[in-house]
């Protein structure tokens, strides 16, 4: 069983940075697909980041040349590093693992992710 862990949310202003960091236990991830997805209430998580095993990273169209999504395989763990961050990009964000080698061209897409960390939340003020 993996158990993810995220870390590193918090309140900046709009035009700041956060790095977020997503840590897994119990299984290592390195060859698979891991994911960052956000959430605010009412509407339905989005996928925000998705990186291969081999480092090949997609992103959101909403979030491309602002946010850096890595991985650290010999540290078991997953980075969003978020920078201009906009009043929009507030959430809750959380990381997910998908137990395949690519993420393929649904990366986006929480229902063939299969393990879930518990959330940080992100506020960005104006």
């Known amino acids: 069983q993996v158990q993810l862990v995220e870390s590193g949310g918090g309140s900046v202003q709009a035009g700041g940075s956060l790095r977020l960091s997503c840590a897994a236990y119990?299984?290592?991830?390195?060859?698979?697909?891991m994911g960052w997805f956000r959430q605010v209430p009412g509407k339905e998580r989005e996928g925000v980041a998705a990186t291969n095993s081999d480092g090949y990273t997609r992103y959101a169209d909403s979030v491309k040349g602002r946010f850096t999504a890595s991985r650290d395989n010999d540290k078991n763990t997953l980075y969003l590093q978020m920078n201009s961050l906009k009043p929009e990009d507030s959430a809750m964000y959380y990381c997910a693992v998908r137990p395949t080698y690519w993420c393929s061209d649904n990366w986006y897409s929480k229902q063939w992710y299969s393990y879930w960390g518990q959330g940080t939340q992100v506020t960005v003020s104006s």
């Open positions: 119990g299984y290592t991830v390195s060859s698979f697909c």
